[in-house]
Each structure stands twice: as C-alpha cells, then as structure tokens.
C-alpha cells in the first residue's frame, strides 16, 4: 500500500495568527531562537493501488477543489514511504 502526503500551507502574503500565537508561546516555554511559525495541514492519503502519474493527478485535483483553498493556500503532494514501527510489529500501542 502506498501512502500520498499532501501538504497545505497558507501562502506566504497571508497573515496566519496561529502561527503568530505559537511563535510568540515558544520563548515564554523556554524554545528560544524560532524566528517565524507557519500553521498548515497534513493529509496522508493510503491508495490501493500503484502510484502512477493518474492517480497523482487525481490527488492533485482533489487537493486543488477539495483539500485546499488555492485563493489563500498552496499545496504539494508526495508520495511517502509506508514504514512499519517497531511498536505495530510487536503488537504494541502507540
């Protein structure tokens, strides 16, 4: 099975004040040198079957009228390696 990751990001000219929140909460927690924060989504899309340029192009086109507001958000879509964790192999819970 092959896992698709589409990431969504506010555009840079977009003012994004979750981001601006977290980058002013870090240094009140100790994480100092963090010069900007930017907030986005993750979406992990597991595909049953092959990863072809079709089904890529889908997943763009779901990311462009679905996944993404393309007025103020870019996106990019990568096909991710499945990994399987040492936990789920030995039957352990995350």
Do not use: H, W
């Not at 000219?13 to 040198?33: H, K, N, S, W, Y």
């Amino acid at each position: 099975m092959a896992r698709v990751v589409v990431d969504v990001m506010l555009k840079p000219e977009i003012l994004d004040p979750q981001g601006q929140a977290v980058q002013r909460a870090l240094p009140r927690l100790g994480f100092t040198g963090i010069a900007d924060v930017r907030q986005g989504k993750r979406f992990e899309l597991e595909l049953e079957g092959p990863v072809d340029d079709a089904a890529l192009a889908r997943i763009r086109e779901a990311a462009e009228t679905f996944l993404a507001n393309t007025v103020i958000e870019d996106f990019t879509v990568r096909v991710e390696e499945t990994e399987v964790s040492a936990s789920s192999v030995a039957g352990g819970v995350k």
